[in-house]
């Protein structure tokens, strides 16, 4: 029998190993089964301390000139980059194009509270535990370290303007936002680099409660969602309750803690860009008229739907568990292929126009 999850639990056990004396513990690429794949894509970067970050690129196309020849549709953008619009989040604040927010540098928060079975993360990095090369470092220096990769990637040519914490779940601490957004004002460079981030929507009543007892500041969203050069990422994991379990790990229980996470950082004013990871084509169309009617309309065509890709630590766990890779992938494709055709079904129907039609990162802007 399977043990189901309970994010909010576990979000507090975890929080607790990835956060201690203000350091955030943080993933060794070198030590793990990411890096094979990190090593078929170019631009990666051993970071400034040993090999706690690495540097991509979001966009592996430059879709910029497609659009402004387009003139008018932002849908003439090829469909699966717009999966990916990560590089035009900074343009309505920061200003310049989308090519300028193209380059990103990563770092990684050695825990998560939820178990994907699609998650590009071995299970070593997201385990919480100081093993497999992991070590702890402060805002400023992994900031630092940033600085020194931009500088070393300037001197090549390439500009690295986006600064990016992963994970594992970076919700389970805020306060490596916060610290980041301060550090770079500080330091003069607010209006210069963006700070990405993402969050699974499983730790909002975990931050309640942490902010209720003092465990963590009770205005820490509030005051990230001033800094105009923050974008996060937040991902439903399901539109029902059975696919969202089957999709996280957790008790299906669990579904709708996706919602109040979503309402605490939405109302808080910060720019979250919701995606949906392999939803259930059958349920997606309720699913969407439930975040509509709780957000607005303005949900339908701000939902992205996120493929899933068989990385090879993905692989690997699948195989381990003794589940059909072939089949899984087709799967996941299948849901995917259905599942944006359904949203542009419903965004026509809704209103009045395509899936991704809108820009969502204009209407975030206008929203928060």
Sequence with gaps: MINLINSIKLADYRRNEVYKDGKLLLSNFSESEQMLD?????????????????????????????????????ETRDGKLLMFDFDWWPVPDMGGQPENWNEVFIYQLKGCNIACPFCFVDKFNNN???????????????????LKVRAEKKAQGVDINVFRASGGEPSLVPEQWLNGLKIFKERGLDSEVYFQSDTNLLTGTALESWMKDGNMDADVFKQIAEYKNFGLLSCFKG????????????????FLEQ???????????????????????????????????????????????????MYGSVKGRLERAGVDVE??????????VRGQEL????????LGMGYKKMKRFEVIRDLF
């Design 38 to 74: 990190l090593e078929k894509t170019k631009g990666n970067v051993q970071g400034a301390v040993e090999d706690f970050y690495r540097v991509k690129t979001n966009i592996k196309a430059d879709p910029w000139n497609t659009y402004m020849q387009s003139g008018d549709s932002f």
């Design 128 to 146: 919480g535990k100081v093993d497999h090369g992991a070590k702890y470092f402060t805002s400023e220096e992994i900031v630092d370290a940033f």
């Design 239 to 254: 539109t029902d309750p059975v696919n969202f379990s089957e999709n996280s790990g957790c008790n299906p229980e669990m």
């Design 259 to 309: 919602f109040y996470s979503f309402n605490l950082l939405a109302k808080s004013g910060i720019k979250v860009y919701p995606h949906l990871v392999n939803p259930n084509p059958k349920t997606l169309e309720g699913f969407m008229d439930k975040l509509a009617k709780e957000y607005g309309d303005e949900m339908y065509g701000m939902v992205h739907i996120f493929s899933i890709g």
């Design 327 to 336: 089949q899984k992938t087709q799967e996941w494709k299948d849901n995917n």
């Design 343 to 350: 949203l542009e079904e419903i965004c026509q129907k809704r």
